[in-house]
């Protein structure tokens, strides 16, 4: 049984969502237009404080590096001018994006007269508590004021300069146009306990999305009383079928290690039939070795990673289903692609799976029974990725079947009612 929560920190935590609980009523009566214009406020704020928002990542940054920070971590951390225009230029996506309040799921006009909708409101307040990525904490809430929701934010310690750089300049944004600056709340307080009350503040906070690591979102997962959206780690897998395209196959594999290795859409473990393997392995692994990725293979890959000047290790059996999160990768022959989709069922998170392969039945075959949020098919994982889906900013990537699955935008951030009119009906 988990230690008790500080009585204090709870007070701390409640009293926050509760007054996020009042900035919500406000947002759930905002326009479209309403919305939108203090979504572009908001992206003009932040990139007015870049200056002090470097000047606080850089703290972050010197005390990552001196408490011994892994360099995959330091770059989800790290933010300069260019990421501060790219954080900011997401609101704006974002304030372009349908608003998803109002819309009419379905409905239909019943035998006896009664007119009944189902539509589209806001959640009310949404808790988010994620690690070092203070993109995270402008996506999430950009994405919650315009579905309408107010948002709790607790952030890793690891970015707790850049977070509070970019909530004062939201809040300050939101003050100076008239909207309460609750809507956007940052736990700066209480340490873990913070993120304990955060998640069992049921019947103040109407939702917890974890957003990082295996152990982050299990503890959430596990322990939280409010109800959760299960965002997942990302050990994604590409297979190299038999009738693949071996150049479009290279491409692909080291866009997909190599592009921004750190992130979940990442791939963690590379498949190839062995029709092809002695034609493919020694092109993508000579790619991969002087792209400085470490391999760690199955004992029949190894005289290819040799010839290839790869650094590298013979797998053991847990390589095989870890998220490296940083630049290396598993490397597994296999006689057929149902023994690579079992690969996948054995060791996959249920996050992205590619195949690349010129043959329709066996792309159909892996889209239909590889169980993932999203299935790629001659293209990388790289593109799971609410941006790259046309949601604009996502707010994490669901892994679970419930509610919500794979990047998730505006629409999952919202709930329905029933909307039932009639003329003195009774029954």
């Given amino acids: 049984m988990s230690e008790p929560i500080d009585p204090a920190v709870v007070d701390y935590v409640g009293d926050l969502a509760d007054k996020a609980r009042v900035a919500s009523r406000r947002l759930a009566l905002m326009s479209r237009a309403e919305k939108d214009a203090a979504l572009l406020r908001l992206a003009d ?33 790290r933010l300069d001018a260019d990421r501060v225009a790219a954080v900011a230029q997401a609101l704006r996506d974002v304030a372009a994006l349908p608003d998803p309040v109002g819309e009419i799921v379905r409905g239909s006009t019943l035998a006896n007269g009664l007119q009944i909708r189902q539509v589209r409101v806001p959640m009310g307040v949404i808790g988010m508590i994620y690690e070092a990525r203070p993109n995270v904490t402008v996506d999430a809430a950009g994405l ?3 579905s309408g929701n107010a948002v ?9 300069s850049s977070n509070h750089a970019l909530v004062e300049a939201m809040r300050t944004s939101l003050d100076r146009q008239g909207l309460p600056a609750d809507a956007i709340t940052l736990l700066e307080q209480g340490g873990h306990d913070a993120g304990r009350a955060l998640m069992t503040a ?20 596990r322990e939280s009383t409010v109800p959760v959206i299960e965002t997942g780690i990302g050990v994604c897998h590409v297979y190299v079928d038999r009738s693949a395209d071996l150049g479009k196959a290279e491409r692909i594999t080291v866009n997909a290690k190599t592009h921004r290795p750190s992130v979940c859409n990442a791939a963690e473990s590379l498949i190839v039939h062995r029709d092809v393997a002695p034609d493919f392995l020694p092109k993508v692994l000579t790619d ?14 190894r005289p290819y990673a040799e010839a290839a000047g790869a650094a590298y290790d013979v797998a053991a059996e847990t390589d095989f289903g870890t998220e490296w999160l940083g630049l ?38 892996f889209t239909a029974e590889v169980d993932a949020a999203a299935v790629m098919v001659n293209a990388s994982t790289r593109f799971t990725d609410g941006g ?34 009639g003329d003195g009906h009774i029954r």
């Fill in 144 to 146: 919650a004021l315009k």
């Fill in 328 to 365: 290396e990768l598993s490397v597994a022959v296999v006689d057929s692609i149902d023994e690579a989709m079992d690969r996948i069922r054995r060791y996959g998170s249920g996050h992205t799976e590619a195949i690349v392969t010129e043959d329709r039945a066996a792309a159909r075959r």
């Fill in 388 to 421: 790259e889906f046309g949601f604009g900013a996502e707010i994490g990537i669901s892994t679970q079947k419930l509610h919500a699955r794979g990047p998730m935008a505006l629409p999952e951030l919202t709930t329905t009612k029933w909307i039932v009119e």
């Fill in 288 to 301: 991969l070795a002087a792209a400085g990725v470490r391999l760690h293979v199955a004992p029949e890959v």
């Fill in 152 to 160: 709790l934010l607790r952030g890793g310690s690891a970015a707790a």
């Fill in 202 to 221: 049921r019947g103040r906070v109407d939702l917890v999305i974890p957003r990082g690591g295996a152990a982050l979102i299990q503890t959430v997962v």
């Fill in 45 to 77: 704020a932040v990139d007015a404080a870049t200056p002090a928002i470097l000047e606080a990542n850089a703290e972050d940054l010197e005390r990552g590096r001196t408490t011994g920070m892994p360099e995959s971590l330091q770059d989800r951390l």
